[in-house]
């Protein structure tokens, strides 16, 4: 099992900025892809962000250029700086924990974030 760490949602006001961190622990392994979803209400969840251990990124379109995701791999940690935010980046943000083919996926709780306009 790998357990997830989540930290650093909050209150922000539109335009502004925070920065998410997840730490993994327990039964990591060498080749993995990290990364952040999104669930807002009444909507399902989405892809915000993944960096593979290899360094390869990967964004929804609706974030680029104002979120960027970064790890850690000596620390199985990974971060997601979010800049610029908008009423729309409302939502809980869930770090996600993978191999390659997806057989082993785990989630942290969530951590929420809240863009007020």
């Known amino acids: 099992q790998v357990q997830l760490m989540e930290s650093g949602g909050g209150l922000v006001q539109a335009g502004g900025s925070l920065r998410l961190s997840c730490a993994a622990s327990?039964?990591?392994?060498?080749?993995?892809?990290m990364g952040w979803y999104r669930q807002a209400p009444g909507k399902e969840r989405e892809l915000v962000a993944t960096?593979?251990?290899?360094?390869?990124?990967n964004y929804a379109d609706s974030v680029k250029g104002r979120f960027t995701v970064s790890r850690d791999n000596a620390k199985n940690t990974v971060d997601l700086q979010m800049n610029s935010l908008k009423f729309e980046d409302t939502a809980v943000y869930y770090c996600?924990?993978?191999?390659?083919?997806?057989?082993?996926?785990?989630w942290g709780q969530g951590t929420q974030v809240t863009v007020s306009s």
């Open positions: 960096i593979s251990s290899g360094g390869r990124t």
């Open positions: 327990g039964s990591t392994f060498s080749i993995s892809i």
């Open positions: 996600n924990y993978k191999d390659p083919f997806g057989t082993r996926n785990y």
